[in-house]
Each structure stands twice: as C-alpha cells, then as structure tokens.
C-alpha cells in the first residue's frame, strides 16, 4: 500500500474541504434556482472517497457509484469546473448540461456514473469487472453503494456470479444510517450489512467510514485481493451524511442531536486535528489551503455561470446515431 504521509494528510484536508464547499455553494445555488430537480450531497461521507482514491491505481481502476455522486469524478481527475456546468445544466458540462445531478459520467476518468435507479449500478458494476478480466487488463471496479441499494434482489443476483467467476470488483456499501428517511434497522431484521457476503462465501466486514487512512487500508487489501484473481471483498464504510437524503428532505426521521452529535466525528475536522497534533501545519498554513479551497470553488462558480446552455439540436445528437433517423420529426 502506498505510504501515508503528511502529505497525504495535507492533501486529504484540502480535498475533502474542497468536496465540502463545493457542494455547500451546489445547496446555496440550488436555492437561487440555478440547479434545479434533485440535488443529494455527500456532505460528512468525505472519508470514504479519500481513503478509496489512496488505495486505488487512478488512470487503470475504474468506479461507479449511485447518484450522490458529484465529488468522485473531481476525486478521479475531472475538472471541477465541467462538474459544476453540468449541475447547471450548461453545455460546457461533463455530459454537455444534459445529464445533470445524477448522471456525472467521464469514460477518460474511468468514472462511469451517476445512476438515477437505486441498486442499477450494482450489476454494472460487475459487468465492467467481467470485461477488464476477460480482456486481462489488471484492472479492479469499486462499486459504491447506499445502504438502501443492499436490498435490492440485482444485489444478490450479482454477488452469486461476481463469487462464481471471481471477478475483480470490490462492492462497498456507504452505510450513512438511512435509507432516504427509513433507517437500516427498519429495513431488515439485521442492521450488520456486511454479513449479506457471508452467503456467498465473500470476504466481507466493517469498516470505520469516517477516518480516511482506516478506509484506506481495508480498500487497499481488498483491491489487491481482486487484482490477484481472488474475487471480490463486501465493505460495509459505516459513515454519516449530515445534509438531508435530497435537498427536499425536511428530515423529520432524525432529532438534531442526533446530526449534531455525529459531527463530532466529522472526517475534515478529524484529519486537520491530526495534523495539528503531529505539528505538519501552523493555523498561518492552514489559512492558505483555506483560501485554495475558496478560491477553486469560486472559479466553478464562475465558470458555470458564464458558460452557455446547449443549443436544442444536442438533444438529437445524444439520442441518435444516425442522422437521419426515419420515425424521428422534429422542427429545430
């Protein structure tokens, strides 16, 4: 596993507080009006993609994930500043202003969605693994997840071929407590979600979601186990999402103690007191990751505001291949 260091801490703090303020200028906009349909941030969940981006070889290993997915493409390498257009819906965008919130897509990053369907990555997932061992490529598929996805039958259909033909993917579930407003113990009448594997035989257990090099150690091993021909891992991340499941959620199915008493472990503040604790940063050097931070997301804003909405016609050119489709009759 690759060294963590203080530079990886240093650069775990400036991302995750990047993926945080990002998101909280996402909320502040969305209110004005300028994201519209649904919005679900990963606000308190920051762990889990730092840990996971260490232990991953970017530019081989690919990711797929539901739609609370708009910092993990940013983590893989796409510009911040398309993610924000697309959010907006403008044709500078990722997928030219015509995806939206759930649908972040960048084939070159490896990062293969945003998915709308709850579980319809799931089996995707396990898809692209089949194709990277067929085709020997060495590459391992992480496969994200909410804990509400865990109940869907397309899991258990995938987990009996991923075992059956050891494909090289590692399923890991984002427990953060609630199923939209339904909690994980209203859901089934075990709350261990990571004993679903143990059905199949699958290498499964719990992982602290809120402490990135915790994650990173698990993650590491169980890519390495999937790069080797081994199979797939089942990791349960247990995590907390401090904002509502979607920006519409009066979340009346958790007190405010509850959220508030949660972010006393909040993964930012926990990596920046380690590294104040280990002396690798003064306040004075603190204060400039800071600016960094704001400055970036003030350049996404920028970008995203100036940018222009896409002409009608590209509504046709990503739905069709060929030009002249014969039932298709439109005035432009």
């Avoid at 995806?99 to 369907?117: A, D, L, Q, V």
């Avoid at 499964?204 to 809120?210: E, F, H, L, Q, S």
Wanted: proline content about 4%; glycine content about 10%; hydrophobic content about 35%.
């Amino acid at each position: 596993m690759k060294k963590i260091t203080k530079a990886t801490y240093l650069q775990w703090y400036e991302d995750m507080l990047f993926w945080r303020k990002f998101e909280d200028k996402l909320a502040q906009v969305y209110i004005q009006q300028k994201v519209r349909g649904f919005l679900h941030l990963y606000n308190g969940q920051e762990a889990v993609l730092a840990g996971s981006l260490h232990a991953m070889e970017l530019g081989k290993d690919r990711m797929i994930t539901a739609y609370r997915n708009h910092v993990q493409p940013i983590g893989m390498g796409v510009d911040p500043k398309k993610v924000m257009a697309e959010l907006y819906g403008k044709a500078t965008g990722t997928s030219k202003g015509l995806g939206g919130s759930m649908h972040i897509f960048s084939k070159e990053h490896r990062f293969h969605g945003g998915h709308g369907i709850v579980g319809g990555q799931i089996p995707l997932g396990a898809g692209m693994a089949f194709g990277d061992k067929y085709n020997e490529t060495g590459a391992v598929t992480l496969t994200f997840m909410g804990d509400g996805a865990t109940r869907q039958g397309s899991l258990h259909e995938t987990f009996n071929l991923a075992m059956l033909w050891k494909l090289p993917v590692v399923f890991c579930v984002e427990n953060n407590g609630y199923a939209m407003g339904t909690s994980v113990a209203r859901t089934a009448n075990h709350t261990d979600i990571y004993k679903l594997g143990l059905g199949y035989e699958m290498p499964c257990k719990p992982v602290d979601g809120m402490k990135p090099e915790v994650v990173a150690k698990e993650m590491h091993e169980a890519i390495e186990r999937a790069r080797r021909g081994d199979g797939p891992t089942f990791l349960e991340l247990r995590t907390y999402r401090y904002r509502g499941h979607s920006m519409s959620d009066a979340q009346h199915y958790r007190t405010k103690e509850e959220v508030k008493k949660k972010q006393e472990e909040d993964p930012i503040s926990y990596v920046l007191n380690h590294i104040y604790e280990k002396k690798w940063a003064t306040e004075e050097d603190v204060k400039k990751i800071d600016k960094r931070v704001k400055d970036l997301v003030s350049e996404c804003e920028k970008f995203a505001e100036e940018s222009p909405y896409p002409e009608t016609s590209v509504m046709y050119d990503a739905v069709y291949e060929q030009e002249d489709y014969p039932f298709l009759s439109h005035k432009l």
